[in-house]
């Protein structure tokens, strides 16, 4: 059988244009002839991917998903590690999620990090989830199983993982803002590992929070009362997300929080966020999205690899990400 190609614009791996790869029992070959598509892949629907023929390919579903830094990140680690694969962003509509995921799992592919908006839905149509997947209710990285794609949450500890980057392993008061997927694998982190005392979740519907121990919901309203003394603020809102709301219900502020307390902004962007630059002249120590970004890929690769990966490996990712 002719494998079929498909054309999938990667630009970070254009030097490797070449000829589609002809390995037996290759179903279908992500690549082509022209000079817009730039990597050859071969994907089987063998049961272990990974250990098959080819290039295995991973990829990211969301949307948007063009910003994404997930694929330059993992790219750059795989080839540290000297493991092969292609790692690409795929756009998908909420719509089309489960139809593309039950697709990614028929052609072949390796393993899926999962973003907004589908994380819930990630969760849904797994056969199986981690302990941390089910309890935040969602899911940014699937495995493959017998059956079908397995759930795990790989933020929480991404997320955990960063914090010990600004050397933090434990903190009394944390205010975290916003109810969405990031914050509930904020808060169950900082609870389920043991980094915080006392957590403040602000969200715009605290009665729509899950009632955790541990934790206090709170609406914007009270935000000023909450913030003085406090040791650690964590924006996990969309807020400056691309394409996201630009402002919050009121601003937070940055310079009533515990001397020494630290600021963290899920969100990475070229420039640093408002939140972030008000803390800096506030004198408070700050981390964008990126540090939450690296760890939670590094657990992705150890759970799609069955493997702990190497710091020469964790160094790579985070060269890519230029931090
Ligand atoms: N660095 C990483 O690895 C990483 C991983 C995941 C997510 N993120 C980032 O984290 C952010 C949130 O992602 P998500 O997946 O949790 O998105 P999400 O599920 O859409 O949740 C975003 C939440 O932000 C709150 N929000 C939205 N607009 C707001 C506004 N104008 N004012 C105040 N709060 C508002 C809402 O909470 P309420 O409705 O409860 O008020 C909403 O549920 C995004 O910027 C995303 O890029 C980063």
Known sequence: ????????????????????????????????????????????????????????????????????????MHEAG?????????????????????????????????????TVPHKARALAVAVDASEAARAIGAANTLVRGERGWVAHNTDADGFVAGLGELGIRHVDRVVVLGGGGAARAVVWGLLARGVAGQVTWISRRPSALPAWAGVAAR??????????????????????????????????DPAVLAPGAAVVDLSYGRHPSALLRRARAAGRRTQDGRAMLLHQGVRAQALWWGDEVPARVVDAMRRALEM
Do not use: Q
């Open 1 to 72: 059988m002719w494998p079929l190609a498909v054309g999938v614009r990667v630009p970070s791996l254009a030097p490797r244009t070449a000829a589609p790869p002809k390995e037996p029992g290759a179903r279908l070959v992500f690549g082509g002839r022209s000079p817009d598509v730039a990597c050859f892949a071969s994907v089987s629907n063998a049961r272990d991917p990974l250990r098959e023929v080819g290039r295995p390919v991973f990829a990211v579903l969301g949307d948007p998903v063009a910003h994404s830094l997930s694929p330059a």
């Open 78 to 114: 795989l080839r540290a590690w000297g493991r092969p694969g292609v790692y690409v962003a795929l756009r998908v509509l909420a719509e089309d999620f489960a139809t593309a995921a039950a697709g990614a799992f028929a052609l072949g592919l390796a393993g899926l990090n999962v």
């Open 219 to 252: 609406g914007w309203s009270e935000l000023s009362g909450c913030l003085p003394g406090s040791d650690l603020l964590v924006d996990a809102t969309s807020v400056g997300m691309e394409g996201g709301p630009t402002a919050y219900p009121i601003d937070p």
